[in-house]
């Protein structure tokens, strides 16, 4: 946020505020964008408003909030009047220019030494277009437009490496999600983010008890789940039908280097029109699964994919062990098998659609972890288990996440077929995941067939493809 003339602490101590424990948190963080995500009654509005405020007393700023409508942006700026204007009786100085008038959208503060407060609402988004800011608070930022950020805000805080601040309720996987991805990310590139989920139970002041306060079990027991899980957990993608809940980004992405002692696969799901989806991940000694690398692309022949694949850049110690894809299309797994790697595309891996979803699920779900000697690895002194899931997603991988986020059953009726009531688009990472894991975990399909075959039973030295004449099932292998 820069240097500040005002000691924020001291200053809250003024005007009486007292922020609870996670508000602090907010407060203390030195980011350049802050995106919180918060439930109701968490002190959202507040938290951001106290944190601008302290910069008000810096001579020659200026300052925005914009809200989706002029009613919405109202939020914060009530609690700087009150603060400034009444607690602090900035009011009664005649050289403070100052006016509240909702109905007209004439909010603002203007200071004797040059520092302007105003409210902006993106209803008219040109009218955001102006000189240089110092910084904004995009309230109820999930309700925003992508172009209100990045064609109007963003520019605006160039001149002046301008913080922004993102507080609000989540609504859905949209762009402020994306938003709030690279805050949790651990890439350098993003060091300027840092994101929060503040679930409303987080402020004591409200809810005494925490998650078991008497208020939010009964507002849990007497809503939607998904609705309550929104607006009061602070979650991105509580939505009827989606099929893998258990997906949590603060979880599951995170950064993978590649490992040259591990095996390395990859995964397809064959496509033109749709993309082509091709997924790499390694599986550590404990089984467990690093989805590490993707590609993600339409339009373009197999021949075509497999030359991108093999050119390009590759770590130390790159290896390729073996390749799975969708058994609807054998001559895609035989011509794979002759370009690349040896790929296997049994029929199992498709056809048993709900095993294959219950087998993602379970590398989702967390899981007791034990160190190399066998003991049970524990988070505190009374012996709780430390817990972590069994699948990680680097954050490369975008499109992987975001189809982990977003795929749903489009009619959650119990009697009807998940698989049926699924989107029939947007799953091509997934399906392509899928299949690897249930040809890796299920059907057992993780060596070479010349590690199971002797050099006798192979029709060829370099490629192998074999088709069982009854059962239709293809395996194929590719040495270098």
């Not at 909010?107 to 407060?117: D, S, V």
């Not at 709780?384 to 975008?398: A, G, K, L, N």
Request: net charge negative.
């Amino acid at each position: 946020m820069g240097s500040l003339v005002v000691d924020k602490a001291k200053y809250f101590e003024q005007v009486g505020y007292k922020p609870h424990p996670k508000q602090r948190l907010y407060h203390a963080s030195q980011a350049r964008f802050k995106i919180a995500c918060c439930g109701r009654r968490f002190g959202k509005s507040s938290m951001a408003a106290r944190d601008l405020e302290p910069e008000l007393h810096v001579p020659d700023r200026r300052y925005w909030i914009v809200g989706p409508t002029y009613d919405l942006g109202e939020k914060e700026f009530r609690y700087v009047w009150q603060d400034i204007i009444v607690k602090l009786k900035y009011g009664r100085d005649k050289r403070v220019k100052k006016a509240y008038n909702k109905r007209s959208g004439e909010m603002y503060i203007e200071f004797p030494w040059g520092t302007r407060l105003e409210v902006r609402s993106a209803t008219h988004p040109e009218t955001l277009v102006g000189d240089g800011l110092h910084g904004v608070i995009m309230s109820e930022a999930a309700k925003h437009k992508r172009e209100t950020w990045e064609q109007y805000i963003r520019p605006s805080l160039a001149d002046y490496r301008g913080w922004a601040s993102f507080v609000t309720t989540p609504e859905g996987f949209n762009w402020l999600y994306d938003l709030w991805l690279l805050g949790i990310s651990d890439d350098p590139t993003f060091k300027d983010f840092q994101s929060w989920r503040f679930p409303s139970w987080e402020n004591p002041y409200v809810y005494p008890d925490g998650r078991a306060d008497s208020e939010i079990k009964l507002i849990e027991a007497t809503t939607a789940a998904e609705w309550f899980l929104q607006e009061f957990g602070a979650e991105f993608g509580s939505f009827l039908g989606k099929i893998y809940g258990e997906f949590d980004p603060t979880l599951h992405i995170k950064r993978h280097t590649f490992n040259p002692d591990w095996p390395n696969y990859i995964a397809f799901d064959w496509g033109f029109t749709n993309p082509l989806a091709a997924i790499e991940f390694q599986v550590d000694p404990w089984d467990r699964v690093y989805v590490w690398r993707e590609h993600y692309k339409a339009f373009m022949q197999l021949g075509e994919h497999i030359r991108y694949l093999k050119g390009r850049d590759q770590p130390p110690g790159y290896h390729l062990d073996l390749a799975f894809g969708d058994a609807a299309d054998p001559e895609a797994a035989m011509f794979v098998s002759q370009q690349l790697v040896g790929c296997y595309a049994l029929d199992e891996a498709k056809s048993n659609w709900r095993q294959g979803v219950d087998l993602v699920k379970t590398f989702l779900m967390p899981r007791d972890v034990y160190a190399p000697d066998g003991s049970l690895v524990v988070d505190d002194e009374y012996g709780t288990p430390h817990q972590e899931p069994w699948m990680f997603i680097d954050p490369s991988c975008i499109n992987t996440i975001r189809e982990f986020n977003n795929y749903r059953a489009v009619d959650a009726r119990p009697e009807i077929n998940p698989r049926e009531a699924a989107k029939r688009f947007d799953d091509h990472a997934l399906d392509a995941l899928r299949y690897g894991l249930m040809h890796r975990f299920e059907l057992g399909c993780h060596a070479h067939l010349s590690d199971v075959y002797g050099p006798s039973n192979l029709a060829d030295t370099k490629t192998f493809f074999h088709r069982e004449a009854d059962s239709g099932y293809f395996t194929t292998k590719m040495e270098f």
